[in-house]
């Protein structure tokens, strides 16, 4: 516990309270800044159902609150929308976000257009605020209620373009929250599908930003924390699953995997899972890509090698044996085995999700094995079927 104490606190980006430290370190928060008004945003009913609303809500005593009851399952531009002008309504001096993921991404994304008054698709791509001001915005609070997107402590938020049809990302250091408080205990009694899928997004952005060789550079610790993210999750997510324990860790790993890819984004993965949202959950889409990704990054020598280095959780000889073990034990928690015993996931759709992920050119080129654009609907149509 003292590692995962270490690795958790010496994130620079965001302070991270973690239970049975979490309320009362919510409480000195509210001593320092004491907000008059607060803006939290919420999904429909999750955070009633756990009873974090309540207990929130119970802390915040004195302080006008303000709430936004209506993210869905997948946030589009006209939900952001909707948000934006609620927090123009209500001139918060505090955004709170309460909820999985697509709570959390939303509220980063609403706070950061309503502050700057620029509708949210200026900021899809990279740094699209920061490097053209140096004006230091405020920041959204998190409570993660789910254990997968570590969206607490990333520079990310994915929304929903529903003209494109497909979600698209802003990745901006200016969104990474300054406050998160992890409160494992509120996400007990998660139905197993978002267990599963919340889970498998951790594994998948650990075990991503693990092999994402090229940029080991970036955080000494991104590996230190990848692989007792990795562990917790292989340990944990079965009691996860079977309700018999294992929260607490899921949702440190979760967070552990958000720090991973603040600083060694996710690879194919990820950039082909993006045009299946509604089809399929994004934590099962990244995870039942990765064997086939992966498979491909050992054209990379630097690949094999760190493969090995997994050896000891996904037991084998060899990269491809390790890949395998993972691959058992994604069977061992329900994982769909192939994307053709997923509906809606056919051969015309993987053409184009392959022809569309190929278009960002900046992911294929940092992946571990990098992808040549004038190439990549090939290799990436030819990982798709063989998942």
Request: aromatic share 6%; glycine share 8%.
């Amino acid at each position: 516990m003292k590692t995962l104490t270490r690795l958790l606190q010496s994130y620079s980006d965001t302070a991270v309270a973690v239970s049975p430290d979490g309320w009362s370190a919510f409480v000195r928060l509210l001593a320092s800044r004491r907000p008059v008004r607060i803006a939290a945003f919420t999904g429909e009913h999750s955070a009633d159902r756990s009873g974090l609303w309540s207990d929130f809500a119970a802390r915040c005593q004195g302080v006008d609150l303000y709430r936004f009851r209506a993210i869905p399952p997948e946030p589009d531009l006209t939900c952001i929308g909707r948000m934006v002008d609620f927090l123009r309504d209500c001139q918060a001096d505090m955004v709170v976000a309460l909820g999985g993921g697509s709570a959390m991404d939303a509220a980063k994304a609403a706070y950061l257009s309503a502050q700057t008054g620029a509708p949210v698709e200026s900021f899809f791509g990279v740094n699209q605020y920061s490097d053209k001001n140096s004006r230091r915005l405020d920041t959204v609070v998190c409570f993660p209620t789910t254990s997968g997107t570590g969206s607490e402590v990333t520079p990310y938020s994915n929304i929903v373009d529903r003209d494109a049809q497909v979600k698209r990302l802003i990745s901006d250091p200016a969104i990474i929250p300054e406050h998160a408080f992890v409160l494992p205990e509120y996400t007990s009694g998660l139905p197993q599908r978002i267990t599963l899928a919340t889970g498998c997004d951790a594994l998948a952005h650990l075990v991503e930003g693990f092999l994402n060789v090229g940029a080991d550079a970036n955080d000494s610790l991104a590996n230190e924390r990848a692989l007792a993210g990795i562990e917790l999750v292989t340990r944990h997510l079965p009691e996860a699953l079977a309700d018999t324990g294992g929260r607490a860790e899921m949702a440190l790993a979760a967070t552990l995997g958000g720090m991973v890819i603040r600083h060694k984004s996710t690879g194919l993965p990820h950039l082909c899972s993006f045009s299946w949202f509604g089809r399929l959950e994004h934590g099962l889409a990244a995870i039942m890509l990765l064997p086939e990704c992966w498979r491909y990054y050992l054209g990379n020598p630097a690949v094999r090698e760190r493969t090995m280095q997994l050896n000891a959780i996904f037991p084998g000889a060899t990269p491809e044996e390790v890949i395998a073990a993972c691959r058992r034990f994604l069977d061992a928690c329900g994982v769909p085995a192939r994307l053709h015993d997923v509906p809606g996931l056919n051969q015309e759709l993987l053409e184009t999700t392959a022809k569309s992920a190929g278009l960002n050119r900046m992911k294929l080129e940092l992946a571990p094995r990098p992808v040549d654009p004038d190439n990549s609907y090939k290799v990436l149509l030819d990982i798709l079927q063989r998942s």
